[in-house]
């Protein structure tokens, strides 16, 4: 399995790197992409460094090379998840302005009808990000917000952070025990 991974500049840079810590366990190949801002809050957010971020994947491309390998549907990949998604690239993958290459990436993504999940990230939510999700979810894109549920009793960060992979992981039948099942505790 090939998953492209995205991170981007909205609160919350943490899902996409347990992402790549699970699938790089899971030996799982990943391309990552990040853009400036996810970059950024990279630092502000945790204790890692963006280097130890790109350690993970098992490729990475820079946001500005729109002629890396994902931006063209030869390139064979699984599917694509963007965690955290901020509204600004959600709103440049619902109205096909690749301006970067993580937008360009989903957009290609959606053309070839490969799986893309979308980890959108913001509180409160306008009418204009839920048009543009809505536009997403009627095309196939799965939307995905990290919501807490509390039903698994969580204990820690790590564990409401678990279970937000542990969706994005089953949207592509990935097994993992990131948390309890339903009816197993």
């Known amino acids: 399995m090939k998953i492209v991974l995205g991170i981007t500049g909205s609160t919350g840079v943490i899902y996409g790197i347990r992402m790549l810590e699970i699938l790089k366990k899971l030996n799982i190949e990943t391309h990552l ?14 204790e890692y460094t963006s280097d130890y971020v790109k350690s993970l994947a098992t490729h990475t491309s820079d946001e500005k090379n729109m002629a890396a390998s994902v931006s063209s549907g030869t390139h064979r ?10 509204m600004k690239t959600l709103s440049a993958i619902a109205n096909g302005y690749d301006d970067t290459l993580v937008s360009r990436a989903a957009s290609v993504t959606i053309k070839e009808s490969r799986k893309l999940v979308l980890m959108v990230r913001e509180t409160p939510l306008s009418a204009i990000h839920l048009e543009n999700m809505l536009k997403l979810s009627r095309i196939g894109v799965v939307i995905l917000p990290p919501v807490t549920e509390f039903y698994t009793k969580p204990k820690s960060i790590d564990d409401i952070v678990n279970h937000g992979v542990g969706k994005c992981l089953d949207q592509f039948g990935i097994e993992h025990n990131l948390y309890p099942r339903w009816g197993t505790f």
């Open 33 to 46: 992409i990040m853009s400036e801002w996810g970059e950024k809050c990279i630092s502000m957010e945790t």
């Open 77 to 86: 990949i699984d599917g694509m998840i963007v965690a955290p998604c901020s």
